[in-house]
């Protein structure tokens, strides 16, 4: 009796299954709002913006880098509450702690604006203690305000060519611009979606190509078993 044929096509999904949801669990972002402030209901407003010192003493040599803490209030001195922002301009020197005016602004839609949030995402959401990788970003973000002002690195080069490549793809719902104008420091706040990063998403792509093969070679395998188990019961 001839064994009945092997469904190849439901083995490769069968293989592939657990890399699909795998991928389906990176592409998907997750909108996050950790310090629970909702800044969308102040667009086109002005609040009072306290910067406090930079804790996580990270810096390029000559300026703070990175994120630090910043208070926000009203006008009429209701508190709207505390999250980390990162300093947007390069051309305004501050003292800590100091409170400025600022008007909250989208980011969302502002292509400028989302390029420079692009590398606050990158910041995460609280100090990361890695000096090297923060003074790169900081300086790329002030190259926004001043352009030219830092040379740019082979890492700073790699950093920049992911962000062309990867910004438009990113929510920034979550993403504002405290802008102070000529009056002070102008900085900007960003909760991070779930971003997968360049490099991630070759290497899962890579695996993915990998498990298919696997699944491909073993399939036939089993066919080219099946054919000489079947040829064997004919002689």
């Not at 044929?5 to 669990?25: D, S, V, Y």
């Not at 990270?58 to 803490?69: I, K, R």
């Not at 993403?175 to 900007?188: E, I, P, T, V």
Request: proline share 4%; glycine share 10%.
């Amino acid at each position: 009796m001839a064994k009945r044929p092997r469904n190849l096509f439901g083995m490769k999904i069968a293989h592939l299954l657990p890399a699909l949801c795998f991928a389906t669990f990176i592409a998907s972002p997750t909108s996050a709002h950790a310090d629970g402030i909702n800044l969308a209901a102040y667009v086109g407003q002005t609040v009072l913006m306290t910067v406090e010192p930079y804790a996580s003493g990270e810096n390029n040599g000559s300026f703070y880098v990175g994120l630090t803490q910043v208070n926000l209030a009203t006008f009429g001195g209701s508190s709207i509450g505390s999250l980390e922002g990162f300093c947007d301009d390069f051309n305004h020197d501050i003292t800590t702690p100091d409170t400025y005016s600022e008007v909250v602004t989208a980011v969302a839609g502002n292509t400028t604006m989302e390029e420079e949030a692009y590398y606050g995402l990158e910041l995460g959401t609280k100090p990361s203690g890695n000096s090297a990788l923060d003074t790169d970003l900081q300086e790329l973000i002030w190259n926004f305000s001043s352009p030219g002002q830092f040379a740019l690195n082979s890492e700073m080069q790699t950093l920049q060519m992911q962000m062309q490549a990867n910004y438009q793809n990113v929510d920034y719902s979550d993403s504002f611009y405290l802008n102070a104008g000529n009056g002070g420091q102008s900085f900007m706040t960003t909760d991070p979606s779930t971003v997968p990063e360049p490099v991630t998403l070759v290497m899962f792509g890579t695996g993915l190509l990998a498990a298919a093969g696997y699944a491909g070679m073993k399939t036939k395998r089993i066919l080219n078993l099946d054919i000489k188990s079947n040829e064997e019961r004919g002689q």
